[in-house]
């Protein structure tokens, strides 16, 4: 039986084991129990978890800086891909992003990542061209 729920900071080592076996998905040093805890803390409600019985098949940070939205992290195991979950913790996540009253929500891919590109498109978001990101490691 699959649910959804409210991703919990006790989720953190479930989730990491996904994302490190998710293609294309930019996984970092930084994705620490205690920076997953701070993200849910800052951001309550707007990341989700999808289970089938006991086994954790889906994830999606989701957070706002108070202007723009973000999404992070969304991962869906292979063998449950094509099943509307990656879709449903998505608008799980952008219902809650939206109801904060934030009107925009960014999503940031790997330049290389075609495959997840496609079903950001599909799933009604826009490709930028125009801008470039910059980041700096603190």
């Not at 998905?25 to 309550?44: A, C, H, V």
Request: proline fraction near 1%; hydrophobic fraction near 35%; charged fraction near 30%.
């Amino acid at each position: 039986m699959i649910s959804y729920r409210v991703m919990e900071a006790g989720d953190h080592e479930k989730c990491i084991e996904l994302w490190k076996v998710t293609e294309g998905m930019g996984f970092i040093e930084s994705d620490t129990s205690d920076s997953l805890r701070f993200y849910l803390e800052r951001n309550p409600g707007i990341s989700f978890v999808c289970h089938n019985e006991d086994n954790l098949i889906g994830t999606i940070l989701g957070g706002h800086d108070g202007r723009r939205g973000y999404i992070y992290h969304l991962a869906v195991k292979k063998e449950y891909r094509g099943n509307l979950i990656g879709k449903t913790l998505v608008d799980l996540s952008l219902d809650k992003i939206k109801s904060a009253g934030i009107q925009r929500c960014i999503i940031m891919l790997k330049s290389d990542n075609e495959a997840n590109a496609n079903f950001w498109l599909k799933n009604g978001f826009d490709r930028r061209e125009d801008l470039n990101m910059f980041s700096i490691d603190l």
